[in-house]
């Protein structure tokens, strides 16, 4: 499923037209085993971008402005397309905040407060308490967990624990001029690398986003005895709040 960027020619004012862009061309495979952009010949000028691993800012730039070139299977561009642009509308607001940091603190090192403690302490404060809660939810019995309302509220507390998290994440890896991030959780893996986190722990809490994008954008396939199992594995969490502080 070729997507196509817009393409502007490149004109000088007065000028006749002295060349055209390079053309940017995306495509989304799918399965398991998509091919790389080395793997498929194209014409000069040409350039492929795809989409089944490329980072959310720029799958979700073709999902939201690309023009679509060629189908072979319209259900399953569909699901991409409106998947791909709800994760990327949600995200983006966060994606242009961690740019912006990024840049701040890259061009103003020495204005730029290295990390802005008070906000990382009340994102730790936010997680502690959503642990709490969590906890005192995994005591609940069974007449309890009958309660579709039960359910809902361990959800949207794991949703707002990791968001905290990734939040904190962002902000470090602004801060420091770590990236900046593909994603939010190559926040967490930037994290790891320049050893703000322990390796193993980073790498916990890069499924825990992966968990948390799950609740969010999937949530009609969730499997609610996972989210359950989850009341019992809270250990990475704690341990992010320990090591942030």
Known sequence: MPLG?????????????????????????????????????????????????????????????????????QAVRVHWEAMTRKIYFDELPRITRAHREFAAAVLDRNAWPVVDEVRVLRLLRAITDDLSVLRRKSHADDERRADPIWLRGVKYTFVTAIEACVDAAQHICAAQGWGPPADNGDAIRLLGDHGALATTLALSLRKAVGFRNVLVHDYIAVNDEIVVARLNALDDLDEFVRQGR
């Open 5 to 73: 960027p817009r393409i502007e020619p490149v004109v000088d004012p007065g000028q006749e037209l002295v060349r055209d862009a390079d053309i940017d061309i995306a495509a989304f495979f799918g399965g398991s085993r998509p091919p790389s952009s080395f793997d498929i010949l194209l014409p000069p000028g040409v350039d492929l971008l795809v989409l089944d691993s490329a980072p959310l800012e720029l799958a979700g730039r073709v999902a939201a402005g690309g023009w679509l070139l060629f189908e072979d299977d």
